[in-house]
């Protein structure tokens, strides 16, 4: 009996270890155009950032962990997402805003290359007397 529960705890230790061993650690990336993103191509190394991603394609989920330093500091799911497989899918979506504007923001991989586009947009707006103008911002980045 008590043989059976350490392997028990042997077989369910080692999956859990080999999802955390398996996880492969990116260098973080800022890249000028989505395409660059894409291509992650011609970008900047953001240093002492990294990423890793647990990708279950079951449940077509992608927690994405991001370390400064080596140092865990983001754990965060990314939403709705689409999963070829562990080395190829996409996550993401755009919010419509009640004020008009939206914000997109995707995450995708290909061939184990990460890239994000974010996308934000409001619409002119008044505050008082004066009107704001319409506001567009954008961001792309890379890691592999």
Partial sequence: MRFLALISIFLIGNNSLGAVFDEKILSFNKCGSE?????????????????????????????????????????????????????????????????????????????????RIFESYSPPFEVGKLIEPSKYENSFYCAK
């Fill in 35 to 115: 395409a660059e993103a894409i291509s992650c191509k011609s970008c900047i190394n953001e240093s002492g950032i990294s990423l890793s991603f647990k990708v279950n394609a079951s449940a077509q989920t992608v927690i994405q962990h991001m370390y400064e330093n080596k140092k865990l500091v983001l754990a965060e799911s990314l939403g709705t997402c689409k999963i070829a497989d562990r080395q190829n899918w996409i996550c993401g979506e755009r919010i419509g805003l009640k004020v008009g504007g939206y914000i997109y923001n995707k995450h995708g991989m290909v061939n184990g290359v990460y890239f």
